[in-house]
């Protein structure tokens, strides 16, 4: 996309996305693979507004080793500025360079209940551990592990992202964040949508290397193959180490079942993958293949490699570069942290002052929209009137921000008295020709409508 035409789209406009990366090892191909080289690709388009930081807090919570942390958290930032993300794109900061997210992280503490907390997959995983092991129900387990879900929504919910890329064993952490987005609009927000329910994007397509014994490749398995550690020499011994049968050279090999062509498949184009795969079916021998996988790998990674390195050398400059992106995070995280404080009633004392002789009156209750997500995963809302009793229920969307911008429309004066229809046995809400939402039947009486356009009128003449 030209600049021109990138120019013309509005940060408003853009689909803000975020994805953190855990301070506790350091990356090998498979983090490549599946989550470094994706993540920077979509970091590059001109609709999207890019998040990601270095998750040093969540760190703490698995690693009580201080010198694995601090160097994990300096070989990330230098990976994936080496991988090519592009710091004047993105907002590229450390988890614990924005002290905002700490003090969301409470705010939405009080406001979650315990029973959402027991039903997180990381925690009954450790308690069923326990159990399997005789030993007490909560044995070892901290409350940074118990809590995990609410910091995870406090990183995302501080940026209003719409989108966060995930697997499915994250989806359950992407429905809390929902959750409790909704469940502080609902307390604190007046009619207001304060934080944005995000969606999961759900990473069907994402490569899943195996390691170096057929296993998915993971450090807790001691089977990587090195991203940018060492140089070319040690890349090539680790692919000299992968797993292949017995067939000699000249005997015809399963392809599909290598995952030495697994790994190639990830790095070539569909015809270097035909080519290979029947050189290989064609009797090519394991090493001559572990060879061209070598000079495979090693042609993207080289340049990187070297990136990295001198990036490692240049750790004030690494510095640089993150503080950087903390100060653009906390631009964008201030102010929305100030509004949140105002909410909840941690107001400075300067914005509330009056004089002794006056006395504030309360503003008088109105009636109030809430978000909610229906259990087939469709989205919409709820008008409350000031004393709680529903008074109109729409009609289901495919996204929170399609019901979210329905509401925006109504709130603006006379949108919803214009958009009720008279519809027995029900009122309608009608935009643009379509029903999107119902009100009283007839068997609320005429006291029930009179109600719903009591309410609304009294919308109107606060908007």
């Known amino acids: 996309m030209s600049s021109s035409t990138s120019s013309r789209i509005s940060p408003s406009s853009r689909t803000r996305i975020l994805t953190g990366i855990t301070t506790t090892g350091t990356p090998h191909l498979g983090n490549y693979v599946g989550a470094i080289r994706p993540a920077v690709a979509a970091s590059l388009r001109d609709d999207t507004e890019a998040f990601y930081f270095l998750a040093d807090l969540h760190a703490l919570i698995k690693c009580g080793d201080p010198a694995r942390v601090e160097r994990s958290r300096r070989e990330l930032a230098a990976t994936w500025l080496a991988a090519g993300l592009d710091p004047e794109r993105v907002t590229f900061y450390r988890q614990s360079d924005i002290p905002e997210i700490p003090q969301l992280c409470w705010l939405l503490t009080c406001v979650t209940p315990k029973g959402l907390m027991n039903r997180a997959h990381a925690y009954k995983a450790s308690v069923d551990r326990n159990v399997e092991a005789g030993q007490e129900t909560d044995d070892g387990i901290n409350m940074g592990l118990f809590s995990y ?108 079942a290598s995952h030495l062509y697994v790994i190639y498949r990830a790095f070539a184009t569909p015809e270097a993958t035909a080519s290979f795969k029947s050189a290989l079916e064609g009797g090519m021998g394991w090493g001559d293949a572990k060879q061209a996988l070598f000079e495979l790998i090693d042609g993207e990674v080289a340049p990187m490699r070297e990136h990295y390195h001198q990036l490692m050398a240049q750790p004030a400059r690494v510095e640089e570069l993150l503080q950087i992106g903390a100060r653009k995070a906390r631009e964008r995280a201030a102010p929305l942290l100030e509004t949140l404080r105002d909410a909840v009633g941690l107001r400075s004392a300067s914005s509330v002052a009056v004089a002794p002789t006056q006395q504030k009156k309360k503003a008088a209750k109105l009636a109030r929209f809430i978000s909610f997500r229906e259990k087939d995963g469709s989205f919409g809302f709820r008008l409350l009137a000031a004393d709680g009793e529903e008074m109109l229920y729409s009609s289901g969307h495919a996204t929170p921000q399609l019901s979210g911008a329905l509401i925006q429309r109504l709130r603006q004066p006379g949108a919803l008295r214009e958009a009720l229809r008279d519809a027995a046995p029900n009122y309608e809400l009608v935009i643009d020709g379509a029903v999107v939402g119902r009100g009283p039947t007839q068997a609320a009486g005429d006291a029930g409508v009179e109600k719903l356009l009591a309410e609304v009128a009294a919308l109107d003449s606060d908007a």
């Open 149 to 256: 879900p609410i910091l995870m929504a406090a990183d995302i919910l501080m940026f209003n992202v719409h989108k966060v890329p995930v697997g499915r064993d994250q989806v359950q952490h992407i429905e809390m964040a929902r959750d409790i987005a909704q469940r502080f609009n609902h307390l604190f927000g007046n009619g207001q949508e304060l934080l944005l329910s995000p969606e999961a994007s759900i990473e069907e397509d994402v490569a899943l290397l195996p390691g170096l014994d057929g296993r998915k490749m993971s450090k807790s398995y001691d089977n990587t193959i090195p991203l940018f550690e060492g140089n070319a020499k040690q890349l090539r011994e680790a692919i000299s180490r992968i797993v292949t049968d017995s067939r000699l050279p000249g005997e015809a090999k399963d392809a599909e």
